[in-house]
């Protein structure tokens, strides 16, 4: 399966299939989320977040890729994330775009 922005796609000829989509809320341990906690009084890169962020676009990705591959598309064009907490230390991640069939 292939994603593209659809600013990169080229001359590739396909035709739409349907919007395709995959999300996922991640949370942090009450331990964890305690000594982020500290670390964001005095600065730097809260790794923990980082790495469930990761995570959570990886698990959505699969998730939009899968609903395409069910659909029999050749690639997801048009492919955008986003993000919004939903709860303390807890995250969703969503991620659309359009399946697609090459002609």
């Not at 906690?37 to 990761?54: A, D, H, I, R, W």
């Amino acid at each position: 399966m292939y994603l593209f922005s659809i600013e990169n796609l080229g001359s590739q000829k396909y035709q739409p299939i349907s919007l395709v989509k995959g999300s996922t809320i991640q949370s942090k341990n009450m331990f964890k989320d305690m000594g982020q906690g500290f670390k964001s009084m005095v600065g730097g890169e809260l790794g923990s977040y980082t790495k469930m962020m990761n995570e959570a676009r990886d698990i959505a990705t699969q998730r939009m890729v899968d609903e395409a591959q069910r659909m029999g598309a050749d690639a997801i064009v048009g492919v955008r994330y986003s993000s919004s907490a939903i709860a303390q230390g807890a995250a969703e991640v969503m991620v659309i775009g359009t399946a697609v069939k090459f002609i």
